[in-house]
């Protein structure tokens, strides 16, 4: 008898020890990340003298290595302008962001001011965890609403149902545009003239000088396209993976989404004019693009910097063609926002440093300078950024797309994403050439029509408080 | 023996001194770290985690609804949740494979083979080495174009697997990665375990005219088996619990779902999908079954393990 409790004990003991040793593991990535690039602001010598004083903003966010140094910058110059200010700037890994966040404010310890991911947003505003900043927005001292593209002080309203209406949570950290990129050189060589904004391609255009710009053999192999960005081809073709009013239906069923997902796939299976599945998990269309062997790829503009640095060739950049069917182009764009806390004890130092963040002239000046992104206030990216001398030479492109062409992804607007990363998680059964993208959207219509059902009845769940 | 039930009598009997009671207290200081660290970081988060899966908990909000089963209910109709299980008892494939390399290993370091102690460094090294870095550079070697590994592959067959497209291919890679990581841990253990075999059994079958291969099977294996339990115990938990490796080859859980374990569902659901409550049934349904299986193990042990008479 002994004995057999004896060995459960240890059966528990072996099973608890495992499980736990799996949770000491996962913390202590967490708590290495912070500690190693910290900055630790608080602890500078010079500052420590004044601390008691001082109201204390904390501040977490994620970012690669030159975001974090011009946020430190950033929040020194904050600190200086307003003196009685002290902040506490605590850097995550991205992929781990948003466990950490909300482990934080599960355990009632939510940093002051964070980064705010835009396909999250709403979830931590119906759950009551963010500040309306709609008042502060509108008596500010810091930046003039009026000066920043549209879409994006809109693209972080949430109205308890609806993102892009309603009260404001949070501001835009930066904007990203996601638009053609194209080989200069190659289509010099291949005699292909680009479109331009008041004569734009329609999708045939597009595939005709595909064609002219796919040549070579084996390791000299050119292809004229990378793959072609989804999104924009089923909402230019006037089609939506879900009914845009009440966000409810879904309808890939409709002829014109399948009509734009084959268009898509076939540029790959019957045109032979971009890289095979193979080919692009071997090197991908980014990479394929960056070596001078794809002549066009759709990437965002927080890829400047890295063409700077690594494309020997001339490039530039051009709007997404016109679906032929409807005479109009459609695609996303991005954002990262910054919210305050619900529960900040200090919410007016608090947004002054999201505002700050946001919207300093000389920020946002180091971050198109250094190719991170592109300016939000639009009297800066009409003006100075107009004659800044890096490329791409067709800036007003980027604005084009940003002032006419650009909108919010669905995925982003629905509460959570499962039912879009069930579409995608084996949409390269139509890339394959396994099923058509009628047998696809078919086969999986219900599925995903289940999964959108469950995020909205979450939605509605959250909402009730 | 005598001395301790002498001894707890003497605790029983007609009350205790002040120095037996002030010892006993010391004793209780002693252990008091572990016990708390215990209760702390195992116990508590147990009991939360069980209550919560009977709640609606979403982590973001403080209230939770009691729901209930519902959330178990939910979880034996969740075709993701079987496919994960499918996926996670796979990942048990690597046990045999680097408990007989580590033991072949062992037994040739053992033996004092020339430069065994930087083949020991050598081995142990993926062990200690960051995962993150890993599976980097694996990625780089099971690249189905201009991968190590595909080229090597292409003198033989013509169409060597995409490794990291397809969900089959890529829970081998895994299973190969896991293999390799832990022959040199394993090894470890068993090279002590060699260590503490006393020298004269060898002698003693020696004199009695076994030859190395009967030394092998009726002394150094069967005198391992406790060293061997262990591990495989150990390397079931671990085995059932794989997430980093699905995380940086499978962000999404491979095509189909053919790939995602059931920690990394556990975790998906928890702080991707903020169903902490539905993870959090996941993960005692998962802890039950992880605890059968051990005890199970423990059962069968009696029947194999020598412990020696």
């Known amino acids: ?465 | 023996m005598d001395c301790i039930s002498a001894r707890s009598k003497n605790i029983k009997g007609k009350g205790q001194s002040k120095l037996k009671r002030r010892e006993s207290l010391a004793g209780l200081l002693f252990v008091s770290p572990t016990i708390i660290y215990f209760i702390v970081f195992f116990l508590l988060p147990l009991a939360v985690c069980i209550y919560a899966s009977f709640t609606n908990w979403n982590i973001l909000s403080p209230n939770r609804v009691f729901v209930g089963t519902l959330n178990y209910e939910r979880l034996f109709v969740d075709p993701k949740f079987w496919k994960a299980l499918k996926n996670t008892l796979f990942m048990l494939i690597p046990i045999p494979i680097y408990i007989t390399f580590a033991l072949l290993f062992a037994y040739a370091c053992h033996k004092n083979i020339l430069g065994q102690k930087v083949f020991r460094a050598i081995y142990y090294l993926p062990y200690i080495s960051s995962i993150v870095a890993l599976t980097l550079i694996w990625m780089w070697l099971f690249n189905s174009k201009y991968g190590l590994v595909n080229n090597f592959l292409s003198l033989f067959v013509d169409n060597p697997p995409s490794w990291l497209s397809d969900p089959f291919w890529t829970k081998w890679m895994i299973v190969i990665m896991i293999s390799w990581k832990l022959i040199g841990f394993t090894s470890i253990y068993y090279i002590a375990a060699l260590k503490s075999i006393p020298k004269s059994y060898y002698e003693a079958a020696q004199i009695d005219g076994a030859g190395p291969r009967q030394q092998f099977f009726k002394i150094t294996l069967p005198l391992l088996t406790p060293t061997t339990f262990y591990l495989l115990v150990i390397g079931m938990i671990g085995s059932l619990q794989t997430f980093v490796e699905v995380q940086m080859f499978a962000p999404d859980g491979g095509r189909g779902y053919g790939v995602g374990t059931i920690v990394f569902y556990i975790w998906q659901k928890a702080f991707s999908s903020s169903q902490m409550g539905y993870a959090c049934a996941i993960a005692t349904v998962f802890g039950l079954f992880i605890l059968v299986i051990t005890v199970i193990q423990f059962t069968l042990s009696r029947k194999w393990v020598f412990e020696g008479n």
């Open chain 1, 1 to 465: 008898m002994k004995k057999k409790i004896l060995i459960v004990i240890m059966c528990l003991t072996f099973t608890l020890s495992a499980l736990g040793l799996a949770g000491c593991k996962q913390a202590a990535k967490l708590s290495t990340s912070d500690d190693s690039i910290e900055p630790k602001v608080t602890e500078e010598p010079a500052e420590t003298t004044e601390t008691e004083e001082k109201t204390k903003v904390t501040f977490m966010g994620w970012g690669t290595d030159a975001e974090i140094t011009t946020f430190k910058e950033m929040i020194a110059q904050y600190e200086t302008k307003y003196p009685d200010i002290d902040v506490e700037y605590i850097v995550v890994a991205d992929n781990e962001f948003d466990t950490k966040l909300q482990t934080m404010i599960g355990a009632g310890q939510c940093p002051d001011a964070f980064y705010s991911h835009i396909d999250r947003m709403m979830k931590y505003a119906a759950t009551g965890n963010l500040y309306d900043l709609t008042d502060y927005v509108e008596n500010n001292e810091i930046f003039d609403p009026d000066n920043v593209w549209e879409c994006l002080i809109n693209l972080y309203r949430f109205d308890g149902n609806m993102q892009g209406s309603g009260s404001i949570y949070a501001l835009p950290k930066d904007v990203s545009v996601f638009p053609v990129f194209y080989n200069v050189d190659l289509f010099k060589a291949a005699g292909v003239t680009p479109p331009t904004i008041d004569n734009p391609w329609d999708w045939n255009d597009y595939l005709e000088a595909a064609k002219k710009l796919t040549t070579g053999e084996g390791e000299n192999k050119i292809y004229g396209t990378g793959a072609y960005s989804l999104e924009s081809a089923v909402w230019s073709n006037g089609a939506e993976w879900v009914d845009q009013e009440t966000l409810t239906k879904v309808k890939i069923d409709d002829p014109a989404f399948i009509q734009a997902l084959q268009w898509c796939a076939d540029l790959r299976l019957v045109h032979g004019v971009a890289p095979s599945a193979s080919e692009t998990e071997s090197l991908s269309d980014y990479d394929r693009f960056k070596q001078g062997k794809l002549a066009m790829v759709g990437a965002g503009t927080w890829s400047l910097a890295d063409f700077w640095a690594n494309c020997d060739f001339e490039w530039d950049v051009m709007n997404w063609p016109v679906s032929p069917n409807t005479g109009k182009s459609e695609i996303w764009f991005g954002s990262a926002g910054l919210s305050v806390s619900s529960t900040t004890a200090n919410p007016e130092a608090a947004c002054n440093l999201i505002a700050y963040l946001s919207f300093n002239e000389d920020a946002q000046r180091t971050a198109y300078t250094m190719g991170q992104a592109i300016p939000m206030l639009k009297d800066m990216a009409y003006g100075e950024y107009m004659n800044f001398e890096k490329p791409p030479a067709s800036k007003e492109v980027l604005f084009d797309i940003l002032e006419n062409h650009a909108r919010l992804a669905t995925q982003s607007r629905t509460f959570n994403q499962e039912w879009f990363n069930e579409f995608n998680s084996n949409i390269d059964a139509v890339f394959n050439g396994e099923m058509t993208a009628q047998q696809y959207c078919e086969s999986i219509k219900d599925t995903i029509q289940q999964l959108l059902d469950d995020s909205n009845a979450q939605k509605a769940e959250y909402s009730k408080k």
